[in-house]
């Protein structure tokens, strides 16, 4: 098991507090390598040391939001889908609410592309991890289950967006139990489970 050498997760952390700092005053796409190395103090062939360019930076500034937002959701109940006696989109509204002002940005048409495919990649693993229990019960499966965790990466991941745009409102858990409205009943079909 090796050990990070902790100068080099220190300047990692300054590149990572950067691209937040900078992310909440430009848009994404405006902000430069020499913008991020400038505001943490370090040279630029340091950056490229760590990242390739700005979206893997990003995508290590999200990593350690996406697993703790992973762990919000491990709790969820296998007979009913609950995670804190709440649907399990819950902890996702939650997290963007936490983040509003992050993903507002992120999210835009302004922000990363590689950001949002990265997001949907993780709803989506996530959504068919947490569904195993439902397809074990599942009497007659008529689409593919990897199929429907995609669509509900998607649905997810679109829901989120406007509703950034509308500020977080509704309330977080309303949002929850809105997008549970409108998707449980086409996945539970497709499911056999009607």
Excluded at 3 to 17: F, H, I, V
Excluded at 135 to 158: D, K, S
């Amino acid at each position: 098991m090796s050990q990070t050498d902790p100068r080099q997760e220190r300047t990692r952390q300054l590149l990572r507090e950067a691209l937040t700092a900078l992310v909440a005053e430009m848009p994404f796409e405006a902000i430069t390598i020499t913008d991020i190395t400038r505001r943490a103090r370090v040279a630029r062939k340091t950056f490229y040391a760590h990242y390739a360019d700005k979206d893997a930076l990003l995508i290590d500034c999200i990593e350690p939001l996406l697993a703790t937002l992973a762990e919000s959701i491990s709790n969820t109940d296998a007979e009913t889908l609950l995670a804190d006696n709440k649907p399990l989109s819950y902890p996702a509204f939650k997290h963007v609410q936490e983040h509003a002002a992050f993903y507002r940005a992120m999210l835009s048409e302004h922000g990363s592309a590689r950001l949002i495919l990265y997001l949907l990649d993780f709803i989506t693993r996530t959504s068919y991890e947490r569904h195993a229990t439902i397809r074990q019960i599942a009497p007659r499966i008529t689409v593919e289950p990897m199929l429907i965790a995609h669509f509900l990466a998607g649905a997810l991941l679109n829901s989120i967006i406007w509703w950034l745009k509308q500020d977080c409102q509704p309330p977080a858990e309303t949002m929850a139990y809105t997008f549970s409205q409108l998707a449980a009943p086409g996945v539970l079909t497709a499911l056999g489970l009607d």
